[in-house]
């Protein structure tokens, strides 16, 4: 079936580097895209997300990339944190009212002080 | 804190038990989802309800029994469950063209 999944289980960086988390999602279909951020013992935290339509979007530190053509999405975060450590997801879905948004495999980043 | 609340935070139960899992979100959301997660794994979806309808059932076995009763809260009943089904159950809701927000979910043990 068609999936989204990522290149590197961890990633160890060090803190105030800046950190880039991959995916890849093979589903040409999905028009959104979305990264979640998870701590030990809470719910996936939306952090950032882009549609189809675009291919860069800033937050505050962080960016997200898509590349249509390649299927590959990331995530850089500037200046990483010791509260940036966490399982990071990328996730795919669909404009409208509801949506199906199926997670990529997960990539646990470690921030080292 | 996040906007959507979920009780309990943990439950254990064993294999003849019933018991249900409750969401619930005053954002005005309209959509509100099922996922479940398991260890080191990502979250999986299970059901999805639109306008308190239920949109996708994603071939969850029927010992999962979701429910909507109104535009603020989801229920998820469990009956008979498996020591396979031991996870993390995650709900969230959502706008249109909005991202999900998730809840913190219920660690579920079913011994």
């Known amino acids: 079936g068609e999936s989204v999944g990522l290149h590197l289980p961890t990633l160890s960086v060090q803190e105030g580097d800046n950190s880039i988390i991959n995916c890849a999602y093979s589903?040409?279909?999905?028009?959104?895209f979305i990264w979640y951020k998870q701590e030990s013992g809470k719910g996936p935290q939306f952090i950032i997300d882009?549609?189809?339509?675009?291919d860069k979007r800033q937050g505050q530190r962080v960016t997200v990339l898509l590349n249509k053509t390649v299927k590959h999405l990331s995530l850089q975060i500037a200046a990483t944190q010791p509260g940036d450590s966490a399982v990071y997801f990328c996730?795919?879905?669909?404009?409208?009212?509801?949506?199906?948004?199926?997670f990529g495999t997960g990539t646990k980043l470690q921030v080292i002080p | 804190d996040t906007e959507v609340t979920q009780t309990p935070k943990h439950l254990v139960m064993g294999m003849t038990n019933k018991k249900s899992l409750k969401c619930e979100q005053h954002?005005?959301?309209?959509?509100m989802y099922w996922y479940k997660q398991k260890a080191k794994k990502p979250p999986e979806l299970m059901f999805v309800?639109?306008?308190?309808?239920?949109?996708i059932n994603e071939s969850v076995p029927s010992r999962f029994s979701p429910e909507c009763p109104n535009s603020s809260l989801l229920n998820l009943h469990l009956h008979a469950l498996q020591p396979e089904d031991s996870a993390l159950y995650l709900c969230?809701?959502?706008?249109?063209?909005?991202?999900?927000?998730f809840g913190n979910g219920t660690r579920l043990t079913v011994t």
């Open positions: 589903n040409s279909a999905s028009d959104y």
């Open positions: 954002m005005g959301h309209r959509a």
């Open positions: 882009i549609r189809s339509n675009m």
């Open positions: 309800y639109s306008y308190e309808k239920l949109s």
């Open positions: 996730a795919e879905g669909n404009s409208g009212g509801y949506q199906k948004v199926t």
């Open positions: 969230a809701s959502s706008h249109n063209n909005s991202p999900l927000h």
